[in-house]
């Protein structure tokens, strides 16, 4: 298989098999999911993460009870926080939150009971730093 580096949501497929030539099916759906190995944040996979970066909040803009798929890396271990803000600044949801050992992670929010809208993915880093990303919540 030849894959790509670009970094996307997971994606999960569905196979049902029918008319069997010399045999039976016991079992004529399977369900797999490709699980995207390529990286977060424009870093390649086994490359030094170097710095605190938010990643892309796929897909964008959104459907309400579709997941969204948001992306963020540390560099080191670190105490941080990954939330959802309405425009308004208030916190809508917390999708990760406290000490976070170094690497590359994903966090889903599937913006249940979230009126359409604009939002923003928060991610903040020590030293009070943080990244920010607009989110189009659509119904």
Do not use: C
Request: charge should be neutral.
């Amino acid at each position: 298989m030849h894959g790509d580096t670009e970094v996307e949501p997971d994606e999960t497929f569905q196979v049902l098999l029918t008319q069997p030539q010399h045999g039976t099916i016991q079992d004529n759906t399977g369900v797999r999911t490709i699980v995207d190995d390529d990286g977060v944040v424009g870093v390649p996979p086994g490359e030094a993460i170097k710095s605190f970066a938010l990643g892309r909040v796929t897909p964008n803009p959104s459907r309400y009870g579709q997941p969204v798929t948001i992306e963020y890396a540390l560099p080191k271990a670190a105490s941080i926080q990954v939330s959802v803000l309405d425009v308004q600044g208030r916190e809508v949801a917390v999708l990760a939150n406290g000490m976070t050992r170094s690497g590359r992670y994903r966090v889903t929010w599937y913006g249940d009971h979230a009126p359409a809208g604009l939002y923003f993915v928060r991610y903040q880093f020590p030293v009070g730093k943080a990244q920010v990303q607009r989110l189009a919540l659509t119904r």
